[in-house]
């Protein structure tokens, strides 16, 4: 793919286009947005636009670029292509593959997953050369806010004193988190969640056996991510967060593993329902419309204000388990702040 088959992120394509039609690229970028996005897929097809043997900078684009927010009016016969990868040369090719020998890519590791100083000065390193094929050399760190403080302080020299013919990509969905004075040397692209409907088209035209009921259910769940809408389990996840939501109110829960992430992420899509469907009593603005009577059987009792504070609780600890929280000491404390809040409820046998 190139950027032009980007979906949903056209201000922040356009934007990046625009850079390289001006020839005026960015030392660093910050991709700030929800995570499943498209940001990941914008930076690497951004880096291969940068490198690709191919793209040519098209006589008039900068004109073009100005004129950008009314080319999406112009006819197709007169609106001249921007600049983009070829997706097929050698760089492009090597770029996608990953083993592209000026592109790196950065990622948390290790059992902290974190960012580490070592990955950062080895990148630093990389970096000191002058590309050996591209145009640039190019870094992508992924959530480039699990830079610990170490990683950071190196990451600031590097940002201060930024190598030539070098960009750096920062990838983030929590970009507070990042150190002001690494946001403040970066260019930030924000990435948009994308509307409903579009959600709902993009879903059934790739997946064609889906519904129009599923799609919005997967577009709702998702939040308007696509990458996450199309992860197959998304529906499945929703039902085990119900199913262990159920559980520790009965109390018949098991010591059972799962991703406590995902756990909370669930919840909070049920909480949201629970909360919805309490003060307002209507079914049609609920997400998860296809099991509304298991769930109103499940509210029987809860009151509005225990469910939104039992959310806004959850949301705490979904936040902090960026930080090394103990799993089973945390899981301990939802089972007891769920039964807490919600638990006069009797769901029964289900
Ligand atoms: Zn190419």
Redesign the pocket.
């Known amino acids: 793919m190139a950027l032009k088959d980007i979906i949903g992120q056209e201000r922040a394509v356009n934007i990046l286009q625009g850079c390289i039609a001006k020839e005026r690229i960015p030392h660093a970028l910050l991709f700030a947005g929800d995570e499943g996005i498209g940001k990941k897929l914008t930076a690497v097809n951004f880096v291969?636009a940068l490198n690709?043997?191919?793209t040519v900078k098209k006589p008039g684009s900068e004109e073009v670029m100005e004129l950008l927010p009314l080319t999406s009016s112009l006819p197709d016969s007169i609106t001249p292509s921007l600049p983009d990868?070829?997706?097929?040369?050698s760089?492009?090719t090597k770029t996608e593959k990953r083993n592209h020998p000026d592109v790196f890519f950065i990622e948390p590791e290790g059992d902290g997953e974190q960012i580490t100083v070592a990955a950062i000065r080895e990148l630093e390193e990389a970096l000191r050369y002058k590309p050996f094929e591209g145009n640039y050399k190019a870094a992508v760190i992924d959530q480039a806010d699990r830079m610990n403080a170490a990683a950071a302080n190196a990451f600031l020299d590097t940002l201060e004193a930024p190598p030539p013919q070098s960009i750096l990509i920062l990838i983030s969905a929590r970009p507070e988190m990042l150190l002001p004075t690494i946001r403040s040397r970066c260019q930030r692209i924000n990435f948009n969640p994308l509307p409903l409907h579009v959600m709902c088209a993009l879903i059934q035209e790739r997946s064609h056996k889906v519904s129009r009921e599923h799609a919005m259910l997967l577009g709702e769940l998702s939040g308007g991510r696509l990458g996450y809408a199309m992860q197959e389990d998304l529906i499945e996840q929703r039902d085990h967060a119900f199913t262990t939501l159920k559980d520790m109110i009965n109390r018949t829960d098991e010591e059972e593993g799962g991703d406590m992430k995902e756990l909370l992420d669930s919840l909070q899509v049920w909480l949201r329902d629970m909360a919805v469907f309490k003060a307002t009593g209507r079914s049609d603005l609920l997400i998860n419309r296809d099991r509304e009577d298991e769930m109103t059987a499940l509210l029987r009792g809860a009151a509005l204000e225990g469910i939104l504070k039992l959310a806004r609780e959850l949301y705490n600890i979904r936040k902090n388990m960026y930080f090394s929280l103990n799993e089973k000491l945390t899981r301990n404390y939802i089972n007891l702040l769920i039964r807490k809040r919600l638990g006069r409820i009797h769901a029964g046998k289900q």
């Open positions: 291969k690709c043997n191919k990868s070829c997706d097929a040369c760089s492009c």
